[in-house]
């Protein structure tokens, strides 16, 4: 294997395939609440290229091993752990040992019932010129008054097996500042290893990085929410804010087709010195999380495709702040549950169902890669033209609020 640098800085390329994890230049994410409840997520995404004349296989066990350094260039030792959210439930030790054992047990019947056709349900070509992409989507949180980073070492986000144990790397006793991340890559069909190998990557880091591709470093800062309501973070003398004026919602009784609208959005303050333009199209993403610390699942879709507008790309000049409220609703749904829906600016929407009279925690996540932007403008003789300006680039995961869903 002759692994060499691409063109692109952030794109590592080697056999003729590149890989790259998908994040602006500059990441910051909100250190949550030290509390059990609080867990923010961290979705990441592993773009691989087929830079080949042929098809790339990928699986879901391909294999994803994190590199973690911090400011000092220290290699952090992660721990290697196997169904790690059932060590955050409220269970007893020995509850705990028996849940595991029998996910063990189903785990083995699964494989030893598993027919030919499940590889490839589980696995994918890449044709050449193509790319696929590879969620791995972990978690940021507290335990015993220790920051810990959770991510995944494999694909989770369409899991076919159903009983396959979640398996992540656990970063321990992290302190607000700069990180450097990056993933070395095991491909199942072309890498020789025992894929069912517990802890690959704990104890042998170094050997392995010398055999294995790996993706570019991205850098990220884990930043602690500004006081007095830790609501915002800074970065660069940008400070963001998620913004929802009323944080107990009393909802009417349920009647057909009744629909419940809420205010919530997002502050941006420039406290620089330049005029900076911002960009509110398609660069916003909602996070929510239960009471009990639970990740709700996020669903989407699109009924049209909108073009930008110069008013979705909003100036703020040194010292001022805009703010933006996205459409949402509550709906009503059977059973006294609801569904929250957030319609975007590009003409799709978000949205989390299931959802009961409790108390829950939200978060925009701002992501914006491109620093340059188009967008339409409607001259004299309402002509449509398209104008660009520079924008801000950036990902930035905002601090959680608090809200409750109560009834009359």
Not at 139 to 147: A, G, I, S, V
Not at 148 to 163: C, G, R, W
Not at 251 to 276: M, Y
Not at 361 to 385: A, H, N
């Amino acid at each position: 294997m002759t692994p060499s640098e691409s063109n692109n800085s952030n794109t590592f390329e080697a056999d003729g395939y590149g890989l790259e994890i998908l994040l602006p230049n500059i990441v910051v994410l909100a250190i949550p609440e030290n509390k059990r409840s609080a867990i923010a997520p961290v979705h990441l995404v592993v773009q691989i290229t087929n830079n080949t004349s042929e098809p790339f296989p990928v699986s879901f066990d391909d294999t994803f091993i994190p590199e973690l350094v911090n400011s000092d260039g220290q290699t952090l030792q992660g721990l290697f752990v196997i169904n790690e959210q059932e060590s955050t439930n409220q269970q007893q030790p020995q509850q705990q040992s028996w849940i595991f054992k029998l996910k063990r047990l189903l785990l083995k019947l699964a494989n030893f019932n598993r027919q030919e056709d499940t590889k490839s349900i589980n696995s994918w070509l890449v044709q050449p010129g193509r790319d696929t992409g590879v969620w791995l989507d972990g978690r940021l949180f507290w335990q015993n008054n220790l920051l810990i980073l959770e991510l995944p070492n494999k694909n989770f986000s369409f899991d076919f097996e159903y009983f396959r144990p979640r398996t992540y790397y656990s970063f321990h006793a992290l302190q607000p500042g700069h990180y450097q991340l990056r993933f070395i890559y095991f491909n199942k069909t072309n890498s020789n290893y025992n894929n069912e190998s517990s802890a690959i990557g704990v104890t042998n880091l170094s050997q392995i990085k010398s055999s294995h591709p790996a993706t570019p470093f991205v850098n990220f800062h884990l930043i602690q929410p500004m006081e007095p309501n830790g609501n915002a973070v800074e970065v660069n003398g940008i400070r963001f804010e998620t913004i929802m004026p009323e944080r107990v919602l009393t909802l009417p009784r349920k009647k057909d087709n009744t629909i419940f609208s809420i205010q919530i959005g997002l502050r941006i303050t420039n406290n620089t010195q330049d005029p900076l333009r911002f960009s509110l199209w398609s660069t916003l993403t909602p996070e929510l999380v239960g009471a009990d610390g639970q990740i709700q699942q996020r669903g989407g879709g699109s009924d049209a495709v909108k073009a930008p507008k110069e008013s979705d790309f909003p100036l703020a000049m040194p010292g001022e702040c805009i703010e933006f409220f996205l459409e949402a609703k509550l709906l009503w749904q059977k059973l006294d549950q609801f569904k929250l829906l957030i319609v975007r600016k590009d003409g799709g929407y978000w949205w989390f169902d299931q959802l009961k009279l409790a108390t829950y925690q939200i978060r925009f996540s701002y992501q914006e890669f491109w620093e340059t932007r188009q967008w339409i403008e409607y001259g004299r003789e309402s002509i449509e033209q398209m104008r660009s300006s520079k924008v801000w680039s950036g990902r930035v995961d905002t601090p959680f609020v608090e809200f409750q869903l109560n009834k009359l």
